[in-house]
C-alpha cells in the first residue's frame, strides 16, 4: 500500500522502473527568423512515463545555469517531448543542456545543443591538427550539423549567383545575336570593280 502527503507519483503496481532515453534536437520554427531558436527534448521509453523536464544553460565554459521560463511540453503514451524557444544571445554563444527528472532519477541529454551569436556566420575553421582528434571521436557534438547547414546555405547561394551569372550571360548574347541581325550587310563597304 502506498502512503505519502502529496501522493503525485506513487506506485502500488509492480512495475519496473526504467530510466528514460534523452535526446535534443534543433526544432523548426519560425522564430528563427526572428533572432531566436528552438530546441526540442525527447524523453522515451521510461517506465513510469511520468517525468518532468527542464533546461540548464553553459555560457563558454562558464557555470551551469537553470533556465526559467514556458516551454510547450507534448505527451503521447511512451514519450515526453519538451520544446524551449531561446533568445539568441548577441555577445555569447550558449550550450543548452536537457534534463529529465523521472522516479529513476535525473537523466540529462547525452547531446547538448549550441546556439550561437547570430553576429557569427560561420564557425572557426579546425586547425589540421584537430582533424585526428575528430576523426577518432566516436561522438560528434550538434555543432557540426549547424557548420553542415550553414555550408549547404552558403553553397546553394553559390549556385544561384552562378546561375543567375549564366542568364545575364545568355540574354546578353542573345541581344547581341539580335542587334546584329536586324543590322543587317553593313552599307559602308565599296567594291572595286
Request: proline share 7%; with cysteine.
Amino acid at each position: 500500500m502506498c502512503v505519502c502527503a502529496a501522493c503525485c507519483c506513487c506506485q502500488t503496481s509492480d512495475e519496473q522502473v526504467v530510466k528514460p532515453v534523452v535526446s535534443v534536437y534543433p526544432a523548426a520554427s519560425r522564430a528563427h527568423l526572428e533572432g531566436k531558436s528552438s530546441l526540442l527534448c525527447l524523453a522515451s521509453a521510461m517506465s513510469p512515463p511520468l517525468v518532468q523536464i527542464y533546461w540548464k544553460r553553459q555560457k563558454e565554459n562558464g557555470p551551469l545555469e537553470e533556465l526559467q521560463g514556458e516551454q510547450l511540453e507534448l505527451r503521447e503514451p511512451g514519450r515526453t517531448a519538451a520544446i524551449r524557444v531561446i533568445d539568441r544571445d548577441a555577445l555569447y554563444t550558449y550550450k543548452y543542456h536537457c534534463y529529465v527528472k523521472h522516479e529513476g532519477g535525473t537523466v540529462e541529454a547525452q547531446t547538448q545543443a549550441e546556439v550561437p551569436a547570430p553576429a557569427a556566420s560561420c564557425p572557426p575553421e579546425r586547425e589540421p591538427a584537430d582533424l585526428p582528434a575528430l576523426q577518432q571521436a566516436d561522438y560528434v557534438p550538434d555543432t557540426t550539423v549547424s557548420f553542415q547547414s550553414q555550408c549547404r546555405v552558403k553553397l546553394l547561394c553559390v549556385l544561384y549567383t552562378v546561375l543567375i551569372v549564366k542568364s545575364l550571360v545568355y540574354c546578353c548574347g542573345l541581344s547581341l545575336l539580335r542587334i546584329l541581325r536586324n543590322k543587317g550587310p553593313s552599307t559602308n563597304c565599296t567594291h572595286a570593280d
